[in-house]
């Protein structure tokens, strides 16, 4: 069973918008932290974003703070990042993930991975 499936990725260019969409099975929505990862080309796998039930919880990683703003719809069991004035270093997969706590999301332990979505960003 696919738990978490992202969407909206693509190809543009630097200042653009983007916005990814990440739909969850409902047991997974309702029980977990919802949140973005990214892993660029040679790099390792980072924390971007997480949001608990309450919209109002939400923990960024420095490197997006201000440009980068995560949401979620319960009631059509969706979580979205909204990137904006994105940069050619925001070029990565995008990975949605589900996560028993934030601290958990964070250090980069969640339950559950999305298959993940390319975001390509150029100068």
């Known amino acids: 069973q696919v738990e978490l499936v992202e969407s909206g990725g693509g190809l543009v260019q630097a200042g653009d918008s983007l916005r990814l969409t990440c739909a969850a099975s409902?047991?997974?929505?309702?029980?977990?932290?919802l949140g973005w990862f990214r892993q660029a080309p040679g790099k390792e796998r980072e924390f971007v974003a997480g949001?608990?039930?309450?919209?109002?919880?939400?923990y960024y990683a420095d490197s997006v703070k201000g440009r980068f703003t995560i949401s979620r719809d319960n009631a059509e069991n969706t979580v979205f990042l909204q990137m904006n004035m994105l940069k050619p270093e925001d070029t990565a997969v995008y990975y949605c993930?589900?996560?028993?706590?934030?601290?958990?999301?964070?250090?980069?332990?969640?339950?559950?991975w999305g298959q993940g979505t390319q975001v390509f960003v150029s100068s």
């Open positions: 993930a589900a996560a028993g706590s934030m601290s958990t999301m964070q250090l980069g332990s969640p339950r559950s």
């Open positions: 409902r047991s997974i929505f309702i029980n977990n932290i």
């Open positions: 949001i608990g039930w309450s919209a109002d919880y939400t």
